[in-house]
C-alpha cells in the first residue's frame, strides 16, 4: 500500500501534467516552449511561472506608462531564461521604468543627507547606518560599506547617493556612483577601458548601483566586476552596493552567464562583497508608484 507521501506526490504530478496540457492549448505557450529549447518535463515544473511570463509580456505590450503597470514589481517584467538546460527567472525593467532611473540618477546627484525623508519608519536602521557611517568617516581608515538590499523603489540608491554626496561636498572625498548595467555597457564603449577601470578601483567611495540587474557574462562578471572589487579590497577602498537580490539571490544570479553554470567564480564575487560590506535589508513601500 502506498505511503501518504507518495500518494501527495502522485496527485501533484497529475496537477501539474493537467496544467501543462491546459496551458499548451496556447499557441503562444507552446511557441514560447519551443523558442526555450525546453523539454516537455522542465516546462512541466515550471508551468504557472511560464504563463505568468506571457501575461506579464501581454501586459507590457499594451501599457502606456507606468500608471497602468498590472505585473507583480510595478516595471519590470519577468523573463524566463535557459541556462545549462535549467529554467530561471529574472526581472528586467520596462522602457518607462528606465526613464525612471535615468530621471533618478540626475536627482540623486544633487541630494544630501538633510533631504532624507524620515517619515517611513522601516528606513530608520538603515539611515542611523549611514549617520554613523558619515560621522565616524576618515578616509585614512579601513571602513566597509554597505551591501543595502530589498524591495523595488524603496529608496536604496536615493539614501546611500546623499550620503557619499556629503561627504564628497563636506570632507572633499572622490565619489563614482554607477549604475551596474550601464556601468558594463560604457566600458564596451570606452577608447580607453583601462582609464576608466581605473577610476573605479581608485575613487575614495564607489556604489555599484543594481548589482544583479544586469545580463551576466564571463566578461563584466570576472573581467570587470572581480578586478574592481579585488583591487579596491587590496587598497582598503570604502565600497557600497544597491540590489534588488539579496546575497543568497545575487550569487544565483552571477552563476549564470552567458557560457554557462559556473558557481565557483560567482562565490568568489560574493566573498569579495561580504569582505568589503555590512549587509542591511530594506523593505519600504514603493517611493515610484
Known sequence: MASLKELEKEVNVLDLEASFKEACLDKEFVNLVKALHLNPKEAMKKTSQLVNSLEEKKNCQECKGLYMCKNAYSGCQVI???KEDSLYFTYKPCKYQQQVYEKEKEQNKKIRMKD???????????IKWLDTF?????????KKGLYLHGSFGSGKT??????????????HVSVEIVYFPDLLRS??????FSYNMNRFMKTDLLLI???GAEKVTEWGRDEVLGTILQERMNQHKTTFFT?????KELEEHLSLSSSGVDKVKARRIIERIK????DLELIAENKRN
Do not use: G, R
Not at 532624507?116 to 538603515?126: E, F, H, N, R, S
Not at 565616524?136 to 579601513?142: R, S, T
Not at 540590489?243 to 546575497?247: A, F
Not at 569582505?275 to 555590512?278: A, I, P, S, V, Y
Open 80 to 82: 524566463p531564461e535557459v
Open 116 to 126: 532624507i525623508d524620515t517619515k517611513d519608519k522601516k528606513q530608520i536602521p538603515v
Open 134 to 142: 558619515y560621522e565616524e568617516f576618515d578616509v585614512m581608515q579601513n
Open 158 to 171: 536615493y539614501l546611500i547617493s546623499a550620503l557619499l554626496n556629503e561627504l564628497h561636498d563636506v570632507k
Open 187 to 192: 566600458l564596451k564603449a570606452f577608447d580607453d
Open 209 to 211: 548601483d543594481d548589482i
Open 243 to 247: 540590489s534588488n537580490l539579496n546575497m
Open 275 to 278: 569582505q568589503l560590506t555590512e
